[in-house]
């Protein structure tokens, strides 16, 4: 059983450009939920989908938008990046109304 | 609003001692959820344990063991006869209770390091 996979691992961008990242659920899970990690931070809770819908969101600015596919997979776009979006970008995923997440081994982002 | 605080910001130990460590939590729901993950190096977050605010009994899992103190806001994460590989960043978290396992709020995590 798979667990929660992301791509890609790395990523090296210039600020202003546009970035997509990729989260594939762990088998059964039908809620998606995107963190940004800033070194030596805890993660920060970006939004959530569900039945491809955002449910939820944190407090970080429209340039951040995302998107659920049918099969629960994700994606994570960003927009004119600036330097202080880089950061290791991770997915969970989740069961409905089981409060247990399981995370995906992470995007680190670079914008240079 | 949300907010979880781990004073610890790193704590260094050496083999077979025990550790703990604390987290201090604050939010107006009276229901929620709280956690700890583990992050060693490679950076994936690893669940050890999920708590609900109505239950308070301590739990323990091998040498892991938890305190949660409602009174406090206080979930303490101890950590018997440790181990060099339970060297890792650790995260206390505090999630919303609806129906779709509400967003987390992470504390900024304790760096512990076991040496041999």
């Known amino acids: 059983d798979a667990g929660v996979t992301q791509s890609p691992t790395h990523l090296i961008k210039t600020r202003g450009q546009q970035v997509t990242l990729r989260c594939s659920p762990k088998?059964?899970?039908?809620?998606v939920s995107w963190y940004q990690q800033a070194l030596g931070q805890g993660p920060q809770f970006i939004f959530q989908?569900?039945?491809?819908?955002?449910?939820q969101r944190g407090n970080f600015p429209d340039r951040f938008s995302g998107h659920q596919f049918p099969n629960y997979s994700s994606e994570l776009n960003v927009n004119a990046l600036l330097l202080g979006d880089s950061a290791l970008y991770l997915c969970?995923?989740?069961?409905?109304?089981?409060?247990?997440?399981?995370f995906g081994p992470g995007t680190r982002l670079t914008v240079t | 609003a949300q907010k979880v605080t781990q004073a610890q910001t790193e704590i260094s130990v050496v083999e077979k001692e025990d550790v703990t460590l604390d987290c201090v939590y604050e939010?107006?729901?009276?229901?929620?959820?709280l956690f700890w993950y583990k992050q060693p190096p490679s950076g994936e977050l690893v669940f050890l344990i999920r708590?609900?605010?109505?239950?308070?009994q301590n739990e323990i899992s091998g040498r892991y063991s938890w305190n949660f103190q409602k009174s406090t806001s206080s979930f303490n994460f101890t950590i018997t006869a440790s181990q060099v590989v339970d060297s890792a960043v650790y995260f206390c978290?505090?999630?919303?209770?609806?129906?779709?396992?509400?967003?987390?709020?992470f504390g900024d995590g304790t760096t512990l390091t076991v040496k041999p």
């Open positions: 939010t107006r729901d009276t229901t929620y959820y």
């Open positions: 989908y569900y039945e491809e819908e955002e449910r």
């Open positions: 978290a505090l999630s919303e209770a609806l129906a779709n396992a509400g967003k987390s709020t």
């Open positions: 088998s059964g899970h039908d809620t």
């Open positions: 969970a995923s989740a069961r409905t109304g089981i409060y247990e997440q399981y």
């Open positions: 708590r609900n605010s109505f239950d308070e």
